[in-house]
Each structure stands twice: as structure tokens, then as C-alpha cells.
């Protein structure tokens, strides 16, 4: 088997005009036969004319250039088309005859231009070749050559049916292509969005409270440590991205999970935010993907809090159940005194949104009932990563 495939690769490495080069040699050895002469395509019903040397230069007129059929369709039909003319006129009717609707069917489906005058070309030439046909005698009536031009219209239409799946197919290719690039550019702009909004957030709280801080040197000294501390994480978070983008499928191993919620929440709290957190349970080993979003969850609700509500109580409660992982972050309303909230553009709500609502869950972030803000998340827990 394995020689096998080897040698159909091989093949299919091959030149299109060696690969088209078979058919031309098996319609030549069979045109030779004897038993195959006088059983070509026929137009008119002249009797058929003794096997003779002409009769090879036909079979070579019409046999050879479908080894090009399909790298030079337009030359090759009209050398087939030749042949065959001349085959007719002669009366040789020889098995390469059946040479002209294969033409016709490759040129359908592999011309790319002059396509309606290589039609036209084609129909007004048949009209001189029925009545030269004709005039040597031929029985034919004329419905019979209405019915053979049909048949030739219908192998140029099988070809064109060809063309036209082929280049359905590709385009369909081509939008499967577009829109996997798309969901790429979109999840690596999430993760982007995850991994930088928070630590920077978090540095631009600590820098805003450290100008006020110059009075007391300890403090002062330890928030730009926080600072520094912060940004050295932003920077080994994003290599881990990075590490995970060159990875040969799409994963979150190496990620950080729900279990990191803690540290996450301690950081929260050392850049100034009065955060309260519970955990209840543990999470199930087939969460998988479930425990990954809940960190994201909590983690873009901790960055949002400390844009919009710094200084304000924030609680985080999150309750692993058998099926599913319940998260809920409360802020509460207004900014802390003497600094002003980053912008925030909504994508990261959004992106949570999305990442929720792909592992078949449910997200809502709205006003909390007491002027905060609220966000509530419920994540299957059998998504497996």
C-alpha cells in the first residue's frame, strides 16, 4: 500500500500533459482494431471507406492533442475539431472520432476566454460540414443532425457544469480560509485584549496613586515597585500567549485556569481595590475550557472595577457545581477621589460574551441593584480543552 500511494503522488506530480497522455494512447491502439473500424462518432450516414495510411494521419489528428486538452483547450479543440471534419468528409469513421466530444467536454471545462465565440465559431461551423455531408450522399434527415449537434451542445455543457462546481468549490474554499482567518485575528485580539487591559489598567491605578504618595518614601517606593512588579507579569503573560499562538492547534494549555483566581484577586488588592472573594467547591475534572473563561470572566470584571469603580467594594463569588461554574462580580458605584477611569471600549464584555456563550453558557452585565455594576456568568463545566 504504501508503494502505492507513492506512486499515485508521483503521478500526481507528473505534468497535465503526461498525466492526459493514456487517453490519447488507448483511443490511437483502439482506433487501430479492426474490429473498432467504421465504429466512430458519425454525422450523416455515408457508407463507411476501407481502412487505409490517410486514415492513420486522422487518428493522429484527432488522438495527439488531447494530450494538451487541458493545458491548451482552445488549440486542442480546434485540431480535434479538424479531424473529426475531415474523418466525416472522408468517411473514415475511425474510433478516434470519439475524440470530439471529449474535446468539447474539456474545453467547457478548462477555456477561459473567448468562451461564447468558441461556441459560436463552433455552431456556425457544423451548418458547411452537415451540408458537405449531405451533398456526398448522406441519408441523414435533417432532425438527426438537429439531434448530433444537440449531443455535442450537451458535452460542451457537461464541461461548463465542471467548470462551474470547480469554481464553486474554490470559493467556498476560499470563504471557509477567509473565515477561519477571521476567528484567528479575532481570538488572538481577545487574548490581547485580556492579557494587556488588566496589567495595564492595574499599572496606570498604582502610577495615579503613587503621585500622592511622594510625601511618605516607603509607600512610595513600594507602589512603583508594584509598578515594575505588574508590568514584569504583563510581559510574561503575553510571552506566554505568544508561546501559545505558535502552538500547531488551537489549546489553552498553559493558560491560566480558575485555579489561579487567588493570585489574580491578590493583585486586584495590591494595586488598591477592596476586593471580597468566596469560592465554593472545587471544580470538576472535566472542566476543561470552563475553568479558563471563568478566570477571564473575573479577571476582565476585576479590570472593569478598577477603571470605573476604583476604591468601590468589589465581591467575587464564584460556585463550582457538577455541570457548570457560577460566577458573579459586584462593584460597587462611583471612582475613587483624585484620578480619572482609563476609557474602556466594551470589546473585553463582548469578548467574554462570546467566549461564554461558545462553551453553550450564559452572560449578563448590567447595573447592579445598587448603583454598581454586576456581572454574572454561568459556564458549562463539560467542555473538555
Not at 128 to 150: D, I, N
Not at 211 to 229: E, G, H, Q, W
Not at 281 to 295: D, R
Request: proline fraction near 6%; aromatic fraction near 6%.
Amino acid at each position: 500500500m504504501t508503494h502505492l500511494r507513492r506512486l499515485a503522488d508521483l503521478w500526481r506530480r507528473c505534468d497535465v500533459v503526461v498525466r492526459d497522455l493514456p487517453l490519447v494512447l488507448l483511443l490511437a491502439v483502439a482506433s487501430l482494431l479492426p474490429a473498432l473500424h467504421g465504429k466512430g462518432t458519425q454525422v450523416g450516414d455515408l457508407p463507411a471507406r476501407p481502412f487505409d495510411a490517410p486514415a492513420l494521419v486522422l487518428i493522429a489528428l484527432e488522438c495527439l492533442p488531447l494530450a494538451v486538452r487541458r493545458r491548451w483547450p482552445a488549440a486542442s479543440l480546434a485540431l480535434v475539431s479538424l479531424g473529426f471534419a475531415l474523418d466525416q468528409l472522408s468517411a473514415y469513421h475511425v474510433f478516434a472520432s470519439n475524440a470530439m466530444p471529449i474535446a468539447l467536454i474539456s474545453a467547457g471545462a478548462h477555456l477561459e476566454r473567448h468562451r461564447r465565440v468558441t461556441v459560436v465559431v463552433l455552431s456556425l461551423a457544423y451548418v458547411p460540414l452537415a451540408l458537405a455531408v449531405g451533398r456526398l450522399g448522406a441519408t441523414e434527415r435533417p432532425e438527426g443532425y438537429v439531434v448530433f449537434y444537440l449531443a455535442l451542445a450537451l458535452a460542451w455543457g457537461t464541461g461548463a457544469w465542471l467548470r462551474s462546481t470547480r469554481a464553486a468549490e474554490a470559493e467556498r474554499r476560499r470563504h471557509v480560509a477567509e473565515a477561519t482567518r477571521t476567528a484567528e485575528r479575532t481570538r488572538i485580539a481577545r487574548e490581547l485584549h485580556d492579557v494587556v487591559t488588566h496589567h495595564v489598567t492595574a499599572m496606570v491605578v498604582q502610577a495615579e496613586a503613587a503621585r500622592y504618595l511622594t510625601a511618605a518614601p516607603d509607600r512610595f517606593d513600594a507602589a512603583l515597585s508594584n509598578v515594575a512588579d505588574t508590568g514584569r507579569r504583563a510581559i510574561t503573560d503575553l510571552r506566554h500567549m505568544l508561546d501559545l499562538l505558535k502552538a500547531p492547534h488551537d489549546t489553552d494549555v498553559g493558560m491560566p485556569s480558575a485555579g489561579g483566581l487567588h493570585t489574580l484577586v491578590e493583585r486586584t488588592r495590591q494595586a488598591g481595590q477592596p476586593v471580597d472573594f468566596s469560592e465554593e467547591g472545587t471544580p470538576a475534572e472535566s472542566a476543561g475550557s470552563a475553568e479558563f473563561v471563568t478566570y477571564r470572566v473575573v479577571q476582565e470584571a476585576l479590570t472593569n472595577a478598577l477603571k470605573h469603580a476604583r476604591g468601590s467594594p468589589t465581591v467575587v463569588s464564584v460556585r463550582y457545581g457538577e455541570k457548570e461554574i457560577s460566577v458573579e462580580v459586584g462593584t460597587g458605584p462611583g471612582i475613587g477621589p483624585g484620578a480619572a477611569s482609563p476609557g474602556g471600549s466594551g470589546r473585553g464584555l463582548a469578548g467574554l460574551r462570546e467566549r461564554v456563550e461558545a462553551l453553550g453558557g450564559e452572560f449578563s452585565a448590567d447595573r447592579g441593584p445598587g448603583g454598581g455594576f454586576l456581572v454574572r456568568a454561568r459556564i458549562p463545566a463539560g467542555s473538555p480543552s
